[in-house]
């Protein structure tokens, strides 16, 4: 199983970039994506079932991010649009091999390496 994540760099603040993941190797029940901020602890910014009618946000991203798969090539997407400095953070793809509602961050069994995220005020 192989999850490439990419797409990070360096954004004003009001800006907008797209962060993508291919997952490769299995299918899976679900996947996400995940943000790590300087000094702070690993936190959930959306998730959503293998299908995409299920979709999770953390309320500080709801209305800005976006999560999406395409069903192709099966890439991950998060839209982040009106990107403020406090998005600034490693941005880590996951998958699951089960989904259920309320999904937790313990639950993801595959992880991508991360692509760094940088908002400037």
């Known amino acids: 199983v192989q999850l490439q994540a990419s797409g990070g760099g360096l954004v004003e603040a009001g800006g907008s970039l797209r962060l993508s993941c291919v997952a490769s190797g299995r299918t899976f029940g679900g996947v996400g994506w995940f943000r790590r901020a300087p000094g702070k602890e690993r936190e959930f910014v959306a998730v959503?079932?293998?299908?995409?009618?299920?979709?999770t946000y953390t309320d500080s991203v709801k209305g800005r991010f976006t999560i999406s798969r395409d069903n192709v090539d099966n890439t991950i997407y998060l839209q982040m649009n009106s990107l403020k400095p406090e998005d600034a953070a490693v941005y880590y793809c996951a998958a699951a091999v089960e989904w259920y509602s309320g999904i937790k961050e313990r639950d993801f069994d595959f992880w991508g390496q991360g692509t760094l995220v940088t908002v400037s005020s």
């Open positions: 959503m079932n293998w299908r995409g009618g299920r979709k």
